[in-house]
């Protein structure tokens, strides 16, 4: 098998959705090699648009997990959450990126002695953030982790985040609407990625509906 081939096998892993783990934790060093992939995958502008949580307290993961469920939705929650390692990606707002800007812009002007401009723009957080989790989950199936995407957060998780960064919402500088998380851990191998141990039932999952080139146009 060729590297490229070896590639394609993890992205296989990655597309899938976790949703039971085993209780390994992950690896002390892994846990910081995750910090070092964030610090330096490329950043537009060369800014940070979010606060990057890593969670590894079981308790807190499962009181999250029991929240992972859009406001108002009797179904199950989304047991991805459930993993040894939670990375939840919370932007900061508009306001602070604003300001963030404007600072970065008019210490390169005094460098190039120029009056440029460029705007803060508000789609720059998902794009970011986008970026970022896909790298860090191709990463984590790198070297043997499994992992699950998460955007459905009720008021009830977000009421946490709030509580955890509490010195920071107080200073008006995140906003949990538009989080998104990552759970990698060591996959649970008796049963489907997609079966919830907890409700002892399988979760809906995609058919992959990229299964050939139609999506691709390919200008030589």
């Known amino acids: 098998m060729n590297d490229t081939d070896k590639i394609l096998e993890k992205i296989q892993i990655a597309k899938k959705c976790q949703r039971n783990w085993n209780t390994t934790p992950v690896l002390l060093e892994h846990v910081d090699f995750f910090k070092s992939?964030?610090?330096?995958?490329?950043?537009?502008q060369g800014r940070i648009f979010y606060k990057a949580l890593f969670i590894e307290n079981i308790d807190l993961i499962n009181k999250l997990y029991y929240n992972a469920?859009?406001?108002?939705?009797?179904y199950a929650h989304n047991a991805q959450v459930n993993a040894p390692l939670l990375i939840i990606f919370v932007p900061y707002d508009c306001d602070y990126l604003e300001k963030v800007s404007n600072d970065v812009l008019s210490d390169f002007n005094k460098v190039i002695d120029e009056d440029t401009?460029?705007?803060y723009n508000e789609v720059d957080v998902s794009t970011s953030i986008g970026i970022h989790i896909g790298?860090?989950?191709?990463?984590?199936?790198?070297?043997?982790?499994?992992?699950?995407?998460?955007s459905c957060f009720d008021s009830n998780f977000k009421k946490i985040i709030n509580e955890i960064l509490h010195d920071e919402i107080s200073l008006g500088i995140l906003q949990t609407r538009d989080m998104i998380s990552l759970g990698i851990g060591n996959p649970n191998t008796d049963h489907k990625h997609n079966y919830d141990l907890f409700i002892k039932t399988h979760m809906f999952s995609h058919k992959n509906a990229w299964n050939d080139n139609k999506h691709i146009k390919h200008i030589k």
């Not at 992939?37 to 537009?44: D, F, I, S, T």
């Not at 989950?137 to 998460?150: K, M, R, V």
């Open 37 to 44: 992939v964030l610090e330096n995958v490329p950043k537009k």
């Open 69 to 74: 469920r859009d406001e108002g939705c009797d």
């Open 117 to 119: 401009t460029f705007p």
């Open 135 to 150: 790298m860090l989950s191709l990463a984590a199936t790198q070297i043997g982790y499994s992992t699950g995407f998460c």
